[in-house]
């Protein structure tokens, strides 16, 4: 689902659909859509931005609604987004170009074990290792890699996605797991696929009654195309 209309459509019988609010983050955003973008506040981020938004994205903003429902906690409002942007780095970085082209991954940057509770006891027991993770904080959670990004919706735990405004991989969907030392990677599609995915995928859930979190590795790229992101099987299947 990645037509504007469509969407609207979805929007309304989600909230008919789930009256309880039981899809997760809708006890946050109650499935209240906003109206669209102010056309004068678009064109003063878009100022800042130096460019239009992407396609896809502006038209959600202008014919769908500027914040509410979405992903895990809900699409950030405009304004909400860009002053995030501002406390953090100053505005100005809206206009500047990112440098990302791929998913960067503290583990493997760092040769992370691949079972979970050795990398704990190497985190207390070496601490170079644990050094090289505040490192890669520090460093990705500054310029260049913060440019060109506006927030989208939080996913908890200190992630966050992001549109990608500027730079080689413009018009992408990322998540931001930096503070959760995770990294930073790349959902590998645009606003309206990502967005239209979690819409399908909640209508399903909601009308098949499942509400249980997906077990899956790197979850928070659920309704993208990157590959880290894989199911975990059930025990015993």
Do not use: Q
Request: negative net charge.
């Amino acid at each position: 689902m990645d037509d504007p209309a469509a969407i609207a459509a979805g929007l309304a019988e989600l909230r008919e659909l789930d009256p309880k609010r039981m899809i997760f983050g809708a006890s946050t955003h109650d499935h209240a859509l906003r109206a669209p973008v102010d056309p004068a506040l678009l064109a003063r981020v878009e100022d800042t931005v130096g460019m239009p938004l992407p396609e896809d994205h502006r038209a959600f903003l202008t014919a769908v609604g500027d914040g509410g429902p979405g992903p895990y906690y809900g699409l950030i409002p405009l304004t909400e987004a860009v002053e995030r942007v501002s406390d953090a780095w100053g505005a100005s970085v809206l206009g500047a170009d990112n440098p990302l082209t791929g998913d960067v991954d503290f583990g493997e940057v760092l040769g992370r074990p691949a079972d979970w509770d050795e990398h704990v006891a190497l985190l207390e027991a070496d601490p170079a290792y644990a050094a090289g993770y505040d490192r890669l904080e520090a460093e990705y959670l500054d310029e260049p890699w913060c440019n060109g990004r506006l927030p989208l919706a939080d996913h908890g735990c200190g992630d966050w996605y992001f549109l990608m405004l500027r730079g080689p991989r413009r018009g992408t969907v990322w998540v931001d797991s930096v503070v959760g030392a995770t990294g930073l990677y790349c959902l590998e599609v645009g606003f309206l696929t990502w967005y239209g995915r979690w819409l399908d995928d909640a209508l399903h859930r909601v009308a098949a009654g499942e509400f249980a979190p997906v077990d899956a590795e790197y979850s928070f790229l659920r309704h993208g195309d990157n590959p880290r992101y894989r199911v975990v099987p059930p025990a015993g299947s």
